[in-house]
C-alpha cells in the first residue's frame, strides 16, 4: 500500500518567494497533520485537519503560513513570504480515526537563502 | 498541558545487546496514546510502538517493547538484540484524549535520544 506522499522532498529557494509544499495522505485516512522539525524546537505540530476541515491551526507561526484541504486525497502547506528561518523539515502524517497512530511522509527539507 | 521529556540525549549499546531508552510523560488527560519513532539519518518518521493509557499488558513488536508504569508516568522503549541498523534518532510522543476530543490526534513529541550501535 502506498504511504503518505510528499513533494517535493527537497525545496530550496530564496527569501521572499512563495512556497507550496504538498502531501498525498494514505487512501482511506481522515486525518491529516503537518509537522515541523527543526533543531531548536524539534518536531511541533503546525495545524491537522478532519474529513478536511481545519481543527487546530494553533501551532501555525503566523500569518505568513497557511494550510488547505481542498478534497481527502491531497492538502498544501504554503508559506508566503518566506523567511530564512522558515528553512525546517515540514512533514505530513495521516492517520484513520480510532486506529490513532500516525503514518509520516518522508518529508520535504526546506531551505530559504 | 501535555509533556513528553526524553533525558538522554545519546546512548551507545554494543550490537546484540539490549537497550532501553528513557522517556517520561506529564499530562493530566486520563485518557492517552504513548508512541515511539524512529528516525534514521535518511531523515523519514518510522512508527515503532503504541500503548495506550488503558492497556493492561505492556505493548510489543518484534524486537521492540515498552515498559509503561503508569503511576510513574514512564514509558520507556527496550530494544532487545541491537542491529546496526538500529542507530537513529528515537522520539518519544503522546496524543491526548480519543477521538473526540479537542486534542485528538496533536502528537507531543521529546527531544529524542541518538542512538549509536557499535559493531
Known amino acids: 500500500d502506498a504511504g503518505v506522499i510528499q513533494s517535493p522532498r527537497h525545496e530550496v529557494t530564496e527569501m521572499g518567494q512563495e512556497v507550496t509544499l504538498r502531501c498525498k495522505p494514505i487512501s482511506g485516512h481522515d486525518y491529516l497533520f503537518w509537522y515541523r522539525q527543526t533543531m531548536m524546537r524539534g518536531l511541533e505540530l503546525l495545524i491537522y485537519f478532519n474529513n478536511n476541515v481545519p481543527i487546530d491551526d494553533s501551532g501555525m507561526p503566523e500569518d505568513r503560513f497557511s494550510a488547505k484541504m481542498p478534497n481527502a486525497s491531497f492538502s498544501t502547506l504554503k508559506i508566503q513570504p518566506s523567511e530564512p528561518r522558515d528553512s525546517a523539515v515540514y512533514f505530513c502524517a495521516s492517520s484513520l480515526a480510532g486506529l490513532v497512530t500516525q503514518h509520516f511522509g518522508d518529508g520535504t527539507r526546506l531551505s530559504i537563502l | 498541558a501535555q509533556k513528553i521529556t526524553q533525558t538522554q540525549p545519546g546512548m551507545f549499546v554494543q550490537e546484540k545487546e539490549a537497550v532501553t531508552l528513557d522517556c517520561t510523560y506529564d499530562?493530566?488527560?486520563?485518557?492517552?496514546?504513548l508512541f515511539w519513532y524512529k528516525q534514521p539519518s535518511s531523515g523519514e518518521m518510522i512508527f515503532l510502538i503504541y500503548?495506550?493509557?488503558?492497556?493492561?499488558q505492556n505493548a510489543t513488536e518484534g524486537r521492540y517493547s515498552l515498559n509503561f508504569q503508569k503511576a510513574r508516568k514512564s514509558a520507556n522503549l527496550v530494544i532487545s538484540a541491537s542491529q546496526l541498523g538500529d542507530s537513529a534518532m528515537y522520539f518519544c510522543a503522546m496524543t491526548g484524549p480519543n477521538a473526540g476530543g479537542t486534542s485528538y490526534g496533536k502528537l507531543t513529541f521529546g527531544q529524542g535520544t541518538i542512538l549509536t550501535v557499535h559493531p
Open positions: 499530562t493530566s488527560d486520563p485518557s492517552y496514546g
Open positions: 500503548q495506550g493509557s488503558y492497556d493492561q
